[in-house]
């Protein structure tokens, strides 16, 4: 006899949220309606399943925003409905992995000593020791007083592959947008000039940058960088 009402009632893993109209059963052939109400997910067939039917559903839910590489996650369904009048319920369980990247990045400049006037060249390196690729991958930074970028010297490589690397910030403000992600175990590198015009003579300047793997997550380079402005006729 047919199975009826069926309600299956998952219980989502914390921060997890359900991809509205994801939910579909058999391909598409059954229409599933679906709430989601705190971390619990309830899914409805429209049409009876009928003896010896399966139903066979599928749905996405987004991962939690703060979820790190390589996380495990417990995930409970249980199901009711009614078989010959008499209810029936029955409940299983599945486990997932958050895969995702990793990054880890580094900054230097050369010279350490710099004559007023003359570039500065900047170097950031970031690795990805994650088990997935970046999403969105981009760089900020901010360069310290009295540097700015010198247009056209941007300059990138993932795996040793030139990529397209592009400024949506200010030339002492930068936000750096690539046209290519890094992948598991692939690595990034980032050169550019900095004019050093107005930088002030005998001073010593501090630098970081900061790394987005995707919306959310971010890193900044391990070690401040240094180094000094001397005066244009030292």
């Given amino acids: 006899s047919a199975t009826n009402p069926l309600v299956i009632t998952d219980t ?3 921060g997890m949220t359900y991809i509205s109209g994801s939910a579909t059963g058999n391909g598409g052939a059954i229409p599933i309606t679906a709430t989601q109400s705190g971390q619990t997910l309830t899914l409805t067939p429209t049409t009876q399943l009928t003896a010896g039917q399966t139903l066979t559903l599928t749905f996405q ?8 590489n390589e996380q495990i996650y417990t995930n409970a369904i249980s199901v009711t409905g009614e078989t010959g009048g008499q209810p029936t319920v029955a409940s299983t369980s599945a486990f997932m992995t958050e895969y995702g990247p990793n990054l880890a990045g580094s900054k230097s400049a050369s ?9 500065v060249s900047f ?3 970031i690795s990805n020791w994650g088990t997935g690729p970046t999403t969105g991958l981009r ?6 007083s009295g540097i700015s970028l010198i247009p056209g010297s941007l300059s990138a490589t993932i795996n040793g592959s030139p990529v397209t690397v592009s400024n949506s910030g200010t030339p002492t403000s930068l936000n750096l947008n690539f046209g290519q992600e890094i992948p598991p175990k692939g ?13 002030t003579p ?7 940058a900061t790394y987005y793997a995707y919306a959310g997550d971010s ?6 960088i240094y180094f000094w402005i001397t005066p244009a006729n030292a």
């Fill in 61 to 68: 839910v987004n991962m939690p925003p703060a979820a790190t």
């Fill in 12 to 14: 989502l893993p914390a």
């Fill in 202 to 208: 005998c001073s010593m300047l501090i630098n970081t």
């Fill in 219 to 224: 890193g900044t380079t391990t070690q401040p």
């Fill in 111 to 119: 010279p350490n000593y710099v004559q007023q006037g003359q570039p």
């Fill in 123 to 125: 170097t950031i390196n």
């Fill in 139 to 144: 760089v900020t930074d901010v360069l310290p």
């Fill in 187 to 199: 690595s990034l590198s980032l050169t550019f000039q900095g004019s050093t015009d107005s930088a």
